[in-house]
C-alpha cells in the first residue's frame, strides 16, 4: 500500500507522543499537504498519507520545543525540526518513525 505513516513516541516517558503537532510539505515546489497532531496510537492520522505520492522531496516538520514542557523563560534545545526525505518509488509505502526526548532524535525510514 503505498503513502506516508509517521510515528512519534517520546521516549522519556516511555509513551507516543500525543498532541505533538506535525506538517508535511513537498518541496519542488514548497506546498503544505497537511498537518495535524500525534493522536493516541502515536500516528499522524490524516486520509491524504494514505494516498500515492509522486517521485521527489518531502519534508515533515515537528513541533518538538512546543510539545515538552519548559520552565517559563527558558529555550528549548530542540524547537522545531525539519526532517527531509526522498521518494523514489511511489508505489512503495514511506514509513517514518521518530524516536525523540527533549534533547535528542532518531528519524529513520522504517519497515511497515
Do not use: N
Not at 40 to 48: C, F, H, N, P, T
Not at 55 to 78: C, H, I, K
Request: proline share 6%; charged share 20%; with cysteine.
Amino acid at each position: 500500500m503505498p503513502g506516508i505513516s509517521i510515528h512519534v513516541v517520546d521516549i522519556s516517558q516511555g509513551r507516543v507522543a500525543q498532541g505533538m503537532a506535525v506538517s508535511l510539505w513537498a518541496l519542488d515546489p514548497e506546498r503544505l499537504i497537511t498537518q495535524g497532531t500525534i493522536d493516541a496510537k502515536g500516528l499522524l492520522d490524516q486520509a491524504v498519507l494514505r494516498t500515492r505520492f509522486a517521485r521527489g522531496r518531502y519534508e515533515a516538520r515537528f513541533e518538538v520545543g512546543a510539545y515538552f514542557p519548559q520552565t517559563p523563560g527558558s529555550v528549548p534545545f530542540l524547537d522545531l525540526v525539519h526532517y527531509r526525505f526522498g521518494i523514489d518509488d511511489p508505489e512503495q509505502h514511506y514509513h517514518l518513525p521518530m524516536k525523540l526526548t527533549a534533547w535528542g532524535l532518531s528519524c529513520f525510514r522504517g519497515g511497515a
